[in-house]
T-cell receptor
Framework: AQSVTQLDSHVSVSEGTPVLLRCNYS??????LFWYVQHPNKGLQLLLK????ATLVKGINGFEAEFKKSETSFHLTKPSAHMSDAAEYFC???????????WGAGTKLIIKP | NAGVTQTPKFRILKIGQSMTLQCTQD?????MYWYRQDPGMGLKLIYY???????DKGEVPNGYNVSRSTTEDFPLRLELAAPSQTSVYFC????????????FGPGTRLTVL
């Protein structure tokens, strides 16, 4: 069965410094992986997705993620944090069925001025 | 396109009351979903639909019912509200393939007292 673990419930960085949000997955076959962002009191928006093409995936707002099969990881990074990046980020893996997405518990990103 | 719309935005129910959460999408998507999000948790799938007239249970269907009479609409019914159903509810839609982007509505914050 597929599963996903977000290793940090909260990450705090200063504005202008790099961001790293960690995600490990478990999958019995080649996974499809996603990162979604949820700004306070808003809905969810897709940041980026990996679907077995290039292992380095670029998303919106300067975010990118690298699929590492050997480490079963799909960490989300951004070179320089902006105040507007403060939000909750969810790592998601496609489940066994076509309809199913398995969601991580989320990582809250806090940006210090 | 309005995307995915949900009504109401907020609702307070008394134990035992009933209500329907409305969801409409204007993207002609086949797949529609209802999730709930509890504090500090990822999303849990309640019900999903692969097309008009076809619905199925997700991970946490107890206490809920759905119908899908049209492609656009996917209402979620709570028959006998319980405090355990206090949550934020998100509707989402997807065109078809499991790697297609899911588009989310803004959510309904429900409190059962």
């Amino acid at each position: 069965a597929q599963s996903v673990t977000q290793l940090d419930s909260h990450v705090s960085v200063s504005e202008g410094t790099p961001v790293l949000l960690r995600c490990n997955y478990s999958s019995s076959y080649s996974p499809s992986l996603f990162w979604y962002v949820q700004h306070p009191n808003k809905g969810l928006q897709l940041l980026l997705k990996y679907t077995s093409a290039a292992t380095l995936v670029k998303g919106i707002n300067g975010f990118e993620a690298e699929f590492k099969k050997s480490e079963t990881s799909f960490h989300l990074t951004k070179p320089s944090a902006h105040m507007s990046d403060a939000a909750e980020y969810f790592c998601v893996v496609r489940g066994d069925s076509n309809y199913q997405l398995i969601w991580g518990a989320g990582t809250k990103l806090i940006i210090k001025p | 396109n309005a995307g995915v719309t949900q009504t109401p935005k907020f609702r307070i129910l008394k134990i035992g009351q009933s209500m329907t959460l409305q969801c409409t999408q204007d993207m002609n998507h086949n797949y529609m979903y209802w999730y709930r999000q509890d504090p500090g948790m990822g999303l849990k799938l309640i019900y999903y639909s692969v097309g008009a007239g076809i619905t199925d249970k997700g991970e946490v269907p107890n206490g809920y019912n759905v119908s899908r009479s049209t492609t656009e609409d996917f209402p979620l019914r709570l028959e006998l509200a319980a405090p355990s159903q206090t949550s934020v509810y998100f509707c989402a839609s997807r065109r078809g393939s499991s790697t297609d982007t899911q588009y989310f509505g803004p959510g309904t914050r429900l409190t059962v007292l």
